[in-house]
DNA sequence: CCCCGGGTCAACCATTTGGTTGATCCGCCG
DNA sequence: CGGCGGATCAACCAAATGGTTGACCCGGGG
């Protein structure tokens, strides 16, 4: 069986020298390169596949301090031709992380604080081209199939975020290119799924069942 | 010279083995100990030293998913008798978070995102008792004093609170008993001293400057 | 003693938000 | 095809919020 190859993107040097080390432990698995951010993993992808030397599997973080962030990347990465599969590998585990993550095609979602026996079957997965989810992120989905979830559009919790920011109306609307009176119908659809009545009920709403971050990151 | 031996502290597996790969690479440092949450820290610290077997630094995590968190155990691990020095390692910048631990009485502060050569230097700096900041941080300190912060009054900060939960100004005012009027005379001062217009920014500023905790908490 | 800052309140007005109705467009599904 | 739901927009009105001015009380420090 020949070697999984992985591409780590990570903007901490320590959690790279920590997946490196961890990843290393596993057989069949080996760390083919390393990247800080979404513009240095995608020249990365490219050089080692013009030196006939693919990965198999890309180790993505969501947030990178600068740089290209991990949708945006995950996004590029699927364009290219042959893409190999995206496993998010991340702190957050918020619905508005988890779509966007989901809808740029990554093909698995594990949490950092994952026992690594989770992470080497993700790869394995990854590499296999299935999904992986971790367990948590997995009863977190089955929670919210369970408890009718409030089941908010991708666009309404995009606005929700922008809200969350403490953006006016007037502003989400220019930084969307829709007009106000749409970004008041998508408010009130919002508060109605929510079951509040006003813009700082639904930040706090949000917050609390994790659709989005909190503001503060 | 002496090996000097460290305790890590740190929820995600991952992160400890970065840690441990990259400070064993250096001479004259040794992981003792790892241990996932505060209470754990201190059960490994006392264990180590009733075995003779001492840790020299502690490189500590603050935001600890469960179990005791990073400054509360930071705080505890010094009033032990030949307390060792406590190095925070941690994420997030925020003056909130600095000024806690300083206060508990951390001995340094270094950010994940920081190349290995300077979190060795910390950690020999911490060990000689010394204390040691992050490049950024210490910039941040000076930034901080050359711009004194806002300065909340702690009637302002629990009307924040009450704001940051969702609150309409009229249920505010009933909550802490006070006229409508006040309300908007006290937010008026927030806005002020936060640099924002309106109630959902005010929110998102204090929550990103660590003054009040998140909606979701 | 007097001033200052924090907390309290009122009145007023402009702007923003919230809430409603109705309408168009588009893609998906049965 | 017909219908449904998501996204878009307009117009309108009521209510809440933002912003200002001025005022009062009280406790602590110069």
Same mark, same amino acid.
């Given at each position: 069986?020949?070697?999984?190859?992985?591409?780590?993107?990570?903007?901490?040097?320590?959690v790279?020298?920590?997946?490196?080390?961890?990843?290393?432990d596993?057989?069949?698995?080996?760390?083919?390169?390393?990247?800080?951010?979404?513009?240095?993993a995608?020249?990365?992808?490219?050089?080692?596949?013009?030196?006939?030397?693919?990965?198999d599997?890309?180790l993505?973080?969501?947030?990178?301090?600068?740089?290209m962030?991990?949708?945006?990347?995950?996004?590029? $990465?699927?364009?290219?031709?042959a893409?190999?599969?995206?496993? $998010?590998?991340?702190?957050?585990?918020?619905?508005a992380?988890?779509?966007?993550?989901?809808?740029?095609?990554?093909?698995?979602y594990m949490?950092?604080?994952?026992?690594?026996e989770?992470?080497?079957?993700?790869?394995?997965?990854?590499?296999?081209?299935?999904t992986?989810?971790?367990?948590?992120?997995?009863?977190?989905?089955?929670?919210?199939i369970?408890?009718?979830?409030?089941?908010?559009?991708?666009?309404?919790?995009?606005?929700?975020?922008?809200l969350?920011?403490?953006?006016?109306?007037?502003?989400?609307?220019?930084?969307?290119? $829709?007009?106000?009176?749409t970004?008041?119908?998508?408010?009130v659809?919002?508060?109605?799924?929510?079951?509040?009545?006003?813009?700082?009920?639904?930040?706090?709403?949000a917050t609390?069942?994790?659709?989005?971050?909190a503001?503060?990151?």
């Amino acid at each position: 069986m020949n070697q999984i190859r992985i591409l780590l993107v990570d903007d901490h040097p320590v959690v790279r020298a920590g997946l490196r080390a961890m990843l290393s432990d596993f057989e069949g698995i080996s760390v083919a390169a390393e990247a800080a951010d979404g513009d240095a993993a995608l020249r990365e992808l490219k050089r080692l596949q013009t030196l006939g030397d693919p990965v198999d599997v890309v180790l993505m973080d969501l947030q990178m301090g600068a740089g290209m962030d991990g949708v945006t990347a995950t996004a590029q $990465i699927r364009l290219l031709e042959a893409a190999p599969p995206v496993l $998010i590998l991340t702190t957050y585990d918020t619905d508005a992380d988890i779509l966007a993550a989901v809808e740029a095609g990554a093909s698995g979602y594990m949490l950092k604080d994952a026992p690594p026996e989770q992470i080497r079957q993700a790869v394995l997965a990854a590499a296999a081209g299935q999904t992986a989810l971790a367990p948590k992120i997995a009863a977190l989905l089955m929670n919210r199939i369970a408890n009718p979830a409030p089941a908010l559009t991708s666009r309404e919790i995009q606005l929700l975020e922008l809200l969350a920011t403490g953006m006016s109306n007037r502003a989400i609307a220019k930084k969307t290119f $829709i007009s106000e009176a749409t970004v008041k119908t998508h408010l009130v659809h919002i508060y109605g799924k929510l079951g509040v009545d006003n813009r700082t009920a639904a930040i706090s709403a949000a917050t609390q069942r994790r659709i989005i971050r909190a503001p503060g990151q």
